[in-house]
């Protein structure tokens, strides 16, 4: 069972640091808007983010950036200057009207590309199983050849417990099985996956 605290298992980066870390070695950027007043952001804090395997790919695939989206301070990101868009406490953020636009909802996980391109913005609650989708589609880069919701189709199709594709693969293990001591590798593949 995952231990929590405030912060979750994902180590955490400054936007600063994140863009130097990423100057040197470039990777995907996940930047996770939240506010203090948000009991959705705390929850996702004790459950998706503190799932040690998925904050473990989290810290080893991405730039994770964990953002006040009401924070009053200045923000520099990809050589453009953000301040907050009033003095008035609860004001959002420029930083955080850039990329939600008006429609402002907490949390919302933010994914760009290392080059800061192709962002993916979903609002509202990732659980350990629907983040999944978010974060492959990035690491594999497959924003190359799909848009995000038909790679999240297939991706649920092949990965998720309850789909029926998920019986082929079971009379898969079974030819394997019947062969013998010797087991046989067997590539599948899809359209969608880059890799």
Not at 1 to 18: H, M, P, R, T, Y
Not at 43 to 72: D, G, L, R
Request: aromatic share 14%.
């Amino acid at each position: 069972k995952a231990q929590f605290n405030e912060n979750g298992a994902v180590n955490w980066l400054s936007i600063k640091d994140a863009q130097i870390q990423n100057a040197k070695t470039p990777k995907p950027f996940l930047i996770d808007f939240y506010t203090d007043w948000c009991g959705w952001c705390k929850h996702m804090m004790q459950t998706t983010y503190s799932n040690p395997q998925i904050a473990a790919y989290i810290n080893q695939h991405f730039y994770p950036v964990k953002c006040n989206a009401e924070t009053k301070d200045t923000i520099v990101f990809n050589g453009q200057r953000f301040v907050s868009s009033a003095s008035t406490p609860k004001a959002p953020h420029q930083f955080a009207i850039q990329f939600m636009g008006q429609q402002l909802s907490y949390p919302a996980t933010l994914f760009l590309a290392p080059d800061y391109s192709h962002p993916l913005l979903s609002k509202g609650y990732l659980d350990e199983q629907k983040i999944q989708s978010f974060l492959v589609f990035m690491t594999e880069q497959a924003w190359r050849n799909a848009p995000y919701n038909i790679f999240e189709s297939n991706f649920n199709a092949v990965f998720n417990s309850k789909a029926p594709s998920l019986k082929k693969l079971e009379s898969i293990d079974a030819f394997c099985t019947k062969r013998g001591k010797k087991k046989s590798i067997v590539l599948i593949t899809a359209p969608f996956c880059n890799t």
